[in-house]
């Protein structure tokens, strides 16, 4: 484990800035922080979470998938994509990077591979830090998600005096091996104590199990509860207030719907993705119709599929990580607790059987 006087931190991010693109958490002027690249005089920000999350650099907003040319009856397909250089994401929180692991089970563990999602991926290295303090609005702790103990290819801890970093991938060894001469000149300690790192994991833990929703019960959002959850009445009275903005869907570090579209540029066409929403009234439209025509339909699957769905399908993992980006932002106050809360305390659903 590597100690690093956290004055000197800027120095560390010189060195990886000279080889990598390096991005961290910056505050913006209205308060707000959010993922940027580093240059000289930007300082980390230390709130405890951004507005968008880290995903974004893994399964981009918008992207250029390919270009079609047609000479008169021949059509080509060109590919798009450049050769990407590794980049560094620093200051990772827990719950961020337990979502990519979520992402990585739809786009990585089955097949088809998603080849712009892996080649990102496979890019990216992530080095995460752990959470001293939470928001009123976090319940990671609800998905066993370990704020004290943040994954990513390298972890960090930080006081108000000192950051301690260790390696737990090739990745992340490789970095901090590269970097081996920076934190020398820094005034690093190679081989630090880890007693004031298991310290401070032990007032982490402490301080995560005051979250306000980590006593949520989650024992009715089961495969075997499917229909029942399905078809409760409770869908109409949370539904009814819902905008279907989509603002949930875009600050949700597991959301990974995405929509196609073609623009015609002249002699060519242009193919990109862009990020959807599952609350959006043409969201999978067909030529047919849209199979789901009502608002209530629409925000029924964005939770069954967060709680139910995903989770009967991949390891009973939920796909949400507690973040607590949509209780912020939700603009009539509807978020993922509420939900959780309004299902459990329904009696009324049918055991069984169709929706009528």
């Given at each position: 484990?590597?100690?690093?006087?956290?004055?000197?931190?800027?120095?560390?991010?010189?060195?990886?800035?000279?080889?990598?693109?390096?991005?961290?958490?910056?505050?913006?002027?209205?308060?707000?922080?959010?993922?940027?690249?580093?240059?000289?005089?930007?300082?980390?920000?230390?709130?405890?979470?951004?507005?968008?999350?880290?995903?974004?650099?893994?399964?981009?907003?918008?992207?250029?998938?390919?270009?079609?040319?047609?000479?008169?009856?021949?059509?080509?397909?060109?590919?798009?994509?450049?050769?990407?250089?590794?980049?560094?994401?620093?200051?990772?929180?827990?719950?961020?990077?337990?979502?990519?692991?979520?992402?990585?089970?739809?786009?990585?563990?089955?097949?088809?591979?998603?080849?712009?999602?892996?080649?990102?991926?496979?890019?990216?290295?992530?080095?995460?830090?752990?959470?001293?303090?939470?928001?009123?609005?976090?319940?990671?702790?609800?998905?066993?998600?370990?704020?004290?103990?943040?994954?990513?290819?390298?972890?960090?801890?930080?006081?108000?005096?000192?950051?301690?970093?260790?390696?737990?991938?090739?990745?992340?060894?490789?970095?901090?091996?590269?970097?081996?001469?920076?934190?020398?000149?820094?005034?690093?300690?190679?081989?630090?104590?880890?007693?004031?790192?298991?310290?401070?994991?032990?007032?982490?833990?402490?301080?995560?199990?005051?979250?306000?929703?980590?006593?949520?019960?989650?024992?009715?959002?089961?495969?075997?509860?499917?229909?029942?959850?399905?078809?409760?009445?409770?869908?109409?009275?949370?539904?009814?207030?819902?905008?279907?903005?989509?603002?949930?869907?875009?600050?949700?570090?597991?959301?990974?719907?995405?929509?196609?579209?073609?623009?015609?540029?002249?002699?060519?066409?242009?193919?990109?993705?862009?990020?959807?929403?599952?609350?959006?009234?043409?969201?999978?439209?067909?030529?047919?119709?849209?199979?789901?025509?009502?608002?209530?339909?629409?925000?029924?699957?964005r939770f069954m599929?967060?709680?139910?769905?995903?989770?009967?399908?991949?390891e009973n993992v939920?796909?949400?990580?507690?973040?607590?980006?949509?209780?912020?932002?939700?603009?009539?106050?509807?978020?993922?607790?509420?939900?959780?809360?309004?299902?459990?305390?329904?009696?009324?659903?049918?055991?069984?059987?169709?929706?009528?």
């Amino acid at each position: 484990m590597i100690k690093l006087p956290l004055d000197k931190i800027d120095d560390i991010f010189t060195a990886i800035a000279e080889s990598k693109k390096l991005y961290l958490p910056v505050d913006k002027d209205d308060g707000d922080a959010e993922y940027t690249e580093w240059t000289a005089g930007k300082k980390w920000s230390n709130a405890v979470n951004t507005v968008r999350s880290a995903k974004d650099f893994f399964f981009a907003k918008t992207e250029s998938l390919y270009d079609i040319k047609m000479h008169d009856k021949k059509i080509d397909i060109v590919d798009t994509r450049s050769e990407l250089d590794d980049f560094v994401l620093f200051g990772v929180r827990a719950c961020d990077a337990a979502s990519f692991a979520i992402i990585d089970r739809v786009y990585l563990r089955q097949d088809p591979v998603d080849t712009y999602y892996k080649n990102r991926r496979e890019h990216g290295i992530i080095i995460t830090t752990a959470c001293t303090k939470t928001m009123p609005t976090c319940f990671c702790k609800l998905f066993d998600i370990d704020a004290a103990n943040p994954g990513g290819d390298i972890s960090s801890w930080k006081d108000e005096t000192s950051i301690w970093f260790e390696p737990l991938t090739d990745k992340g060894r490789a970095l901090l091996d590269s970097l081996k001469t920076a934190f020398e000149k820094a005034g690093a300690e190679a081989d630090a104590s880890t007693e004031p790192v298991d310290d401070l994991k032990n007032k982490i833990t402490a301080v995560m199990s005051k979250q306000p929703f980590a006593d949520e019960k989650m024992e009715k959002f089961k495969g075997e509860n499917l229909l029942e959850l399905f078809n409760s009445k409770k869908w109409g009275e949370l539904s009814e207030s819902c905008l279907g903005c989509g603002t949930c869907t875009y600050v949700c570090p597991t959301c990974m719907c995405y929509n196609i579209r073609d623009f015609k540029v002249g002699d060519e066409t242009k193919r990109y993705r862009t990020w959807d929403s599952c609350m959006y009234s043409d969201f999978t439209k067909m030529a047919a119709a849209n199979p789901r025509t009502t608002q209530l339909e629409r925000f029924r699957q964005r939770f069954m599929h967060k709680l139910v769905y995903y989770p009967a399908k991949y390891e009973n993992v939920y796909a949400c990580v507690g973040c607590g980006r949509c209780l912020q932002k939700c603009p009539v106050s509807m978020n993922i607790v509420k939900v959780m809360r309004s299902l459990n305390e329904d009696t009324t659903a049918p055991k069984g059987g169709a929706e009528k």
